[in-house]
């Protein structure tokens, strides 16, 4: 069963039989919005870009997206860059999977984003969303949704970070203005 997230809504990453989760795969979809025109309603294409950022002690140490597909630890892995979308509200466009198991102990957070590397802002987008998966039963445990829109071209979306001897995600949900993860850094800070 599937949670959806409200911002700054957390939930752990255990089992429900108290096992906890090995690996969880992180998904961004999106659409295009259709808008009015001299010629009707037409859609352009929307670059959206997935990316995870790793921290540790408040300190980005590595960086997973389309130019760097895995950490240098191999835990977290980009699956490729999709440049249009168009899966809405069905499957993944992007995805980052991370093996939770072989994150390196002193990796305390992973901030995932995502921005409009074309520029368009998300008010040209719909069906929007972020998921979390548990990437052993392709059970979706968690969404948060983008809705409303805005003028700015980045989110902040969630983050997955060690709690006691597991692990929990809390969506953030952080509106921002950036084209590249780099961009994004600032905001992430204070959510750290």
Request: hydrophobic content about 40%.
């Amino acid at each position: 069963m599937s949670v959806n997230l409200s911002k700054g809504q957390g939930i752990s990453l255990q089992k429900s039989d108290g096992g906890s989760l090995t690996a969880v795969r992180m998904g961004l979809g999106w659409r295009s919005a259709p808008r009015r025109g001299l010629f009707g309603r037409r859609t352009s294409e929307i670059d959206l870009d997935a990316s995870a950022v790793l921290f540790a002690d408040k300190k980005p140490i590595d960086v997973v997206f389309f130019q760097h597909l895995v950490s240098d630890d191999g835990a977290v892995r980009h699956t490729g860059d999709n440049l249009v979308g168009g899966a809405g509200q069905g499957g993944d466009d992007e995805a980052i999977l991370v093996d939770l198991a072989r994150v390196p102990v002193h990796i305390d957070q992973i901030v995932f984003t995502v921005n409009s590397f074309t520029g368009q802002t998300f008010a040209e987008v719909q069906d929007a969303f972020c998921r979390l998966v548990d990437e052993t039963t392709g059970q979706e445990l968690a969404r948060y949704t983008l809705t409303g829109g805005g003028n700015y071209t980045a989110q902040v979306m969630s983050k997955v970070h060690r709690a006691g001897n597991g692990w929990q995600m809390t969506a953030i949900g952080e509106p921002s203005v950036g084209r590249t993860f780099q961009d994004l850094v600032p905001a992430i800070l204070p959510h750290l």
